[in-house]
């Protein structure tokens, strides 16, 4: 009995010990998100997870979302609902500003050459975005977007993301869209069928003779080929619709009139100018034959001078036919955004390419001017990530400004005060926005078809740096604004004008520029060769 009481003492020390550090273990797994649960499963303990009062709070701001698109009367209700998503969200309120087309450059311009606060901003390749990377006017994206831009990241075809860059740093996120777009001849479709009009075989304008004939014989009212050289959105001089090349433009675009050219379908790379003589020779037949369907009354006879835009007179029933970009669905889109009872048909003129200019032709930046840029890039991801959200700031308020009729279709509600500006392709995700009347229900599905299939442009990717030659870049486009009227056919001797305009071009030192922009692509195409 002696012998088993220092036994029975060792026993119960070691208990002791053994409870002490089991409580000591218990205590630590409290703070340790690692340790293992009680019911010995392989996963956290739920007390290891961060209370949600203990998770850092952001402080409130207002994000604002500058935009091209036409005010309308609803902004503010709409506006009022997103500042309850986005305040639950991320403790955010956004103020919308939509801006006119008209007005957006030079307003957007001013706002950034003053400073002004500014958040998220509607940018493209046509809207001199890339000159205004230069000028610092928006900021590096490529960290933000890791941090807080995920969903992006995880829907956008990686494409997208090589257009928006300047020196190998991403200065925008592209609208989730068609990627690329065709050229395309649209016509109405009553007029296809009252005149029989074999569209799959028109590939040019001048092909279309007979008809614009036919139909000013019988309609005096009505423009057969809408030109707005007022507007510097015309014919551009080289619509390609003449000869159906393989040319793209690439380069600077002075006066949105493409100066420099190259074959996409070459291997060597190499630039031509509107000086060669190939280029000469296309130009020159497209003046005349506008000038000889001016004089004949097919042009509206304002053409020279005219700011209206060829949307405003399809609207009006003023117009039949006009050029225009096309993808998957785009007859459907112009029906919807007329709303005036015309169906519409197209025949693709000119292979979708996939270049940087198309693929960064809808983007949003953030301002160097932003206070905080993080919850900038937030906004951003739910725009593209949320249908709720785009379809809030797309098509308004469901019950206000539109009914569904399904789980990813609706009815828009006329007259309703919201959902006619057409900011389907500006924000976010358009694959996320509900259907409308028309639109078939594999719309989207064919969008990502088209855009996987879609041909890359060899130089995607490729933005051309002006800073050696902006000099001469100021001379050309003035001389370019000089004679932009001799591509609306409203101008006598066209010709000789444009002789007259390519030899001061050369004057203003065109072939200094092209001697840069050759340099630029010979080293940008040895480094990034596909």
């Known amino acids: 009995m002696t012998q088993k009481k220092p036994l029975m003492l060792m026993l119960a020390i070691v208990i002791a010990l053994s409870m002490v550090l089991s409580a000591c273990s218990g205590n630590?797994?409290?703070?340790?998100?690692?340790?293992a649960p009680a019911d010995g499963t392989d996963k956290p303990a739920e007390t290891a997870k961060p209370a949600e009062s203990e998770e850092p709070k952001l402080e409130p701001y207002e994000v604002s979302i500058t935009y091209f698109g036409t005010p309308q009367k609803d902004d503010a209700l709409v506006e009022e609902e997103l500042n309850k998503f986005f305040k639950e969200k991320i403790n955010a309120t956004v103020k919308l500003q939509?801006?006119?087309?008209?007005?957006?450059?030079?307003?957007?311009?001013?706002?950034?050459?003053?400073?002004?606060?500014?958040?998220?901003?509607?940018?493209?390749?046509?809207?001199?975005?890339?000159?205004?990377?230069?000028?610092?006017?928006?900021?590096?994206?490529?960290?933000?977007?890791?941090?807080?831009?995920?969903?992006?990241?995880?829907?956008?075809?990686?494409?997208?993301?090589?257009?928006?860059?300047?020196?190998?740093?991403?200065?925008?996120?592209?609208?989730n869209k068609e990627i690329t777009q065709g050229k395309a001849f649209t016509y109405r479709k009553d007029f296809v069928e009252k005149y029989n009009i074999p569209i799959d075989t028109i590939q040019t304008v001048a092909d279309l003779e007979p008809w614009f004939q036919k139909v000013k014989q019988d309609n005096p009212e009505m423009t057969n080929l809408f030109l707005n050289g007022g507007s510097g959105n015309f014919s551009s001089g080289f619509m390609m619709y003449e000869t159906r090349s393989n040319y793209r433009p690439i380069g600077p675009t002075p006066g949105k009139t493409p100066m420099f050219l190259l074959d996409y379908t070459s291997t060597d790379m190499k630039v031509k100018s509107v000086l060669d003589q190939e280029i000469v020779d296309i130009n020159k037949a497209e003046i005349e034959l506008y000038r000889d369907f001016y004089e004949k009354g097919y042009v509206n006879s304002d053409s020279g001078t005219s700011t209206s835009e060829v949307g405003e007179l399809r609207k009006q029933n003023k117009v039949w036919m006009q050029s225009a970009t096309w993808k998957p669905g785009a007859d459907i889109d112009l029906q919807n955004a007329d709303n005036?009872?015309?169906?519409?048909?197209?025949?693709?003129?000119?292979?979708?390419?996939?270049?940087?200019?198309?693929?960064a032709g809808s983007m949003f930046g953030i301002s160097r001017?932003?206070?905080?840029?993080?919850?900038?890039?937030?906004?951003?991801?739910?725009?593209?990530?949320?249908?709720?959200?785009?379809?809030?700031?797309?098509?308004?308020i469901e019950g206000k400004h539109y009914n569904k009729v399904s789980d990813n279709r609706i009815e828009p509600i006329a007259d309703s005060g919201y959902g006619t500006s057409g900011l389907f392709w500006v924000i976010g995700n358009q694959m996320l926005n509900y259907l409308k009347p028309g639109q078939p229900d594999d719309l989207y599905i064919n969008w990502e078809n088209f855009n996987n299939e879609a041909k890359r442009f060899p130089l995607m990717g490729f933005v051309f740096d002006d800073a050696k030659v902006k000099n001469e870049i100021t001379q050309i486009t003035a001389v370019v604004t000089e004679y932009k009227s001799i591509f609306t056919g409203a101008v006598k001797n066209p010709a000789k004008l444009l002789e007259e305009r390519n030899t001061k071009l050369k004057a203003a030192g065109i072939e200094k520029i092209q001697t840069e922009l050759q340099a630029q692509i010979d080293a940008w195409w040895a480094e990034n060769k596909k």
């Open 369 to 396: 001017t932003s206070k905080d840029p993080d919850r900038a890039m937030m906004v951003l991801n739910y725009l593209h990530t949320d249908p709720y959200v785009i379809n809030l700031i797309v098509n308004g």
């Open 340 to 359: 005036n009872g015309n169906e519409y048909v197209s025949h693709v003129v000119e292979e979708p390419i996939v270049t940087t200019d198309l693929a």
């Open 98 to 175: 939509p801006i006119a087309s008209s007005d957006y450059k030079n307003r957007t311009e001013l706002m950034m050459n003053t400073g002004e606060k500014m958040d998220l901003v509607f940018a493209a390749s046509w809207l001199n975005f890339f000159g205004n990377v230069t000028k610092g006017a928006y900021l590096e994206l490529d960290d933000l977007l890791e941090k807080y831009g995920q969903g992006i990241k995880e829907r956008l075809n990686p494409l997208y993301l090589e257009a928006p860059r300047f020196k190998g740093k991403l200065y925008a996120i592209p609208t």
């Open 28 to 35: 630590g797994s409290k703070n340790d998100p690692t340790a």
